[in-house]
């Protein structure tokens, strides 16, 4: 008998919403994980400085809609409001699996202590991205080159400098999209972006992207044990 997961993944944005909608989604299903995007409560709200108490509301409400689905997470750590659990002690790392790690400790750690009723330990799973959405377009460089129109020694001159594609986003001035837009100025994140991100592909952003592909190894597991 086969095993599957049912997975509400809460987005900041419409970009991640259709991201997971149009490439994450087919691909996890084949796994058994079937994914449906919520984007967090205030529809039609600009992304960034996403506040804890808004996700929180949001986390709670879907963990209490069914007891039977898991609840996940997906917002940009350059994004979240400062109230969010471990954003101090995540400022003292660089390195973008420590920073998920800290990150992704402190949420689920303030999720059970006040839906630990609700089984939060095992049916939440946290994930704050090190980084825009842009940054896993980095992930192949021929294709976001061949996309923006530019020689790829550009794109790799980035990277080189980061040191891989999650580490890009370090402020608002060199974080992805500002690079990207400087680059090509008539990208469009929830077009030309998730065009972009379908040439490239789910396995080749998990081969570069290890946040990324952490989290994704854990919605995996969710079947398994299902």
């Known amino acids: 008998m086969s095993s599957y997961a049912e997975v509400v993944v809460l987005t900041e944005g419409r970009t991640e919403q259709l991201f997971i909608k149009r490439l994450l989604a087919p691909h996890m ?56 659990p471990g954003l101090d002690a995540a400022q003292a790392h660089t390195k973008p699996s420590d920073i998920a790690s800290v990150i992704g400790a402190a949420t689920q750690e303030a999720i059970d202590a006040e839906l630990a009723d609700y089984r939060s330990n095992a049916r939440f799973v946290p994930h704050v991205s090190v980084h825009e959405f842009e940054a896993l377009l980095f992930s192949k460089p021929d294709s976001l080159a061949n996309a923006l129109e530019v020689d790829r020694k550009r794109i790799d001159a980035i990277i080189e400098e980061c040191g891989e594609p999650e580490a890009i986003d370090n402020s608002p001035h060199t974080a992805p999209s500002t690079r990207i837009a400087r680059l090509y100025d008539r990208f469009k994140k929830t077009s030309t972006g998730i065009a972009i991100a379908r040439s490239i592909g789910i396995e080749q952003m998990r081969s570069m992207c290890p946040v990324f592909n952490g989290w994704l190894g854990r919605l995996e597991s969710l079947a398994v044990g299902a």
């Open 29 to 84: 299903g084949l796994r058994g994980v079937y994914l449906t995007p919520v984007q967090l409560d205030k529809p039609g709200q600009k992304g960034g400085d996403v506040r804890f108490v808004r996700a929180k509301n949001d986390i709670a409400r879907h963990l209490k809609q069914r007891n039977d689905t898991y609840v996940s997470l997906m917002v940009d750590y350059y994004g979240i409001g400062g109230d969010w």
